[in-house]
């Protein structure tokens, strides 16, 4: 059976820049892209506009556009035989045997194996319930008037009034790192039904920079998706004005193939790794959003592949290497 240098699983901006890197390395490389439902549920899929990276803008499907642009150019440039792409496929199951090897299964039962493998698979920000269900959020959130990230759209708020949907210490920051750069008239935290878990510290501030913190449910979203504009939130006793909302409640880690593997996880589930995102399982490395102890942002999703690329194409060199000099 045929053995890949490289295996990338994933199809976002990591997963992409470790495609581009490895195959331009000239490594021969397999790319697992995911299914539909995979892209679905992934960050990549939600990214609309791009404004805090030169030369984004025009995308108007923010990451999407320039990715295919790059993998199309890929499959039929010069370096196209060592690009295997398979569109639409995800990786369900992975483990590492005793020829060292990891074996691939994908989501139609076919098997692979590769030397290396650069593991993208990102996250997704958790959603709000409203009335038992995630749906409502949706239209603000595809009109960009509720957003989740604070260092891609928080220059959306200047001089705006603001609510984050969220109850930790994390929320509470969001709504002071917004107010303190851009001015906000009022910032309302909602918890939406749940306890508060906001430290001293950050209470304190809460209070000197009079924040509002409702605790009841929210009911509804006021406002008009379509015409681009939100007028705030309802809940059982009140109306609290918003025109932009930030969701501020944690993520969804798409660990499970890191798990399968054994490889080390921090407490909220992000993967463990070495600067060039080398994992505690030999050969695993990973790129992007699941990986611990780095921003959750396009650019350095691409660092972080390119590094894992590059790392990996020396490992590749320095075993061609040894075999050249066994020969000569
Ligand atoms: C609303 C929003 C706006 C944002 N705006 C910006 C911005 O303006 N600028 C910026 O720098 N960042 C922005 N970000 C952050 C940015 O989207 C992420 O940092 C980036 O997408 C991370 O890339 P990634 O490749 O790690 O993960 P993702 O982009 O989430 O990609 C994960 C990939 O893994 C695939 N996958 C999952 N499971 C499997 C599997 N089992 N097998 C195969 N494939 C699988 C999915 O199909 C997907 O292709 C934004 C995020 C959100 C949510």
Redesign the pocket.
Known sequence: MKVYDVAV?????????AVMRTVLNNDECIF??????????????????????PA?LPYKK??EEPNKMSLDWLAQGSFASKFNWQKN????KIEKAIDGLFHLT??KDFTYLAQYVIL??????IQPHINGSIEPIFEY?NA?LI???I???GHHVLNKKIAIIGHSSAAAWAGIMLFERYNCPSVYILTNGESPLFDVETSELMNRYNFNVCTEKIETILGNAKAKKLDGFKTANHIIPADFAFVSLGMIV?N??ARMLGAELDQRGFVLTDAKGKSSVDGLYV?????ANA???????WD??VDSADEINIHIRRKKRSEHSKLS
């Open positions: 699983i994933g199809g976002g901006s990591a997963g992409v820049m697992f892209p995911g299914t539909p439902k995979h892209k679905k549920r992934s960050r990549a899929f939600w990214v609309t506009t791009v404004e805090n990276m984004h923010g990451i496929r995800g990786v369900v994908d989501d993208c698979t990102g996250v997704m920000d959130a960009q957003d989740y990230c260092r891609c759209d798409y499970d193939l790129a992007g959003d699941l990986r921003k959750k942002q396009i650019y350095t999703a972080h592949a």
